[in-house]
């Protein structure tokens, strides 16, 4: 699973998910403008830095790539878990993943600039994906 950078919530969320099945954190660098204290590791969790004392999206993208390849080879990972797409790392992170044949989850934030939440369309595509369903298995 990986993060731009651990903070308390990232750190909360890690070890939940690692009372349930085998994880290890990937913390894209240590360095950006979260305004937390920068703490290493994850209590219980192993982790892993990829670029340590740098911002991971100021570094470039060749070089962003062939140390997430390398790790992604050395960590020979079931899946990855990645941080968005809006960020230079987190790409860079899914493209390695696809490349190496790595199932990939993208994890997305809501934030404030969003659009406001419509359950009844939010919904629809399920319904429709079930009725297509019902219609090839009749």
Not at 31 to 50: F, K, S
Not at 62 to 76: D, H, P, Q, T
Request: net charge positive.
């Amino acid at each position: 699973v990986a993060f731009q950078r651990f903070g308390p919530y990232h750190k909360a969320r890690l070890r939940c998910a690692a009372s349930y099945i085998p994880v290890v954190g990937l913390e894209l660098g240590t360095l950006d403008d979260y305004t937390w204290q920068y703490e290493p590791g994850v209590g219980g969790v192993r982790t892993v830095t990829a670029f340590p004392g740098e911002d991971p999206n100021l570094i470039s993208a060749r070089r962003s790539r062939a140390r997430l390849g390398e790790l992604i080879s050395e960590l020979n990972p079931s899946a990855v878990a990645v941080p968005g797409w809006g960020q230079r790392s987190a790409l860079s992170l899914f493209q390695c993943a696809k490349r190496a044949g790595v199932p990939t989850i993208l994890m997305s934030d809501s934030t404030f600039h969003d659009s406001r939440r419509r359950p009844l369309i939010e919904v629809l595509p399920s319904l429709r994906k079930a009725s297509n369903h019902r219609l090839l298995s009749s």
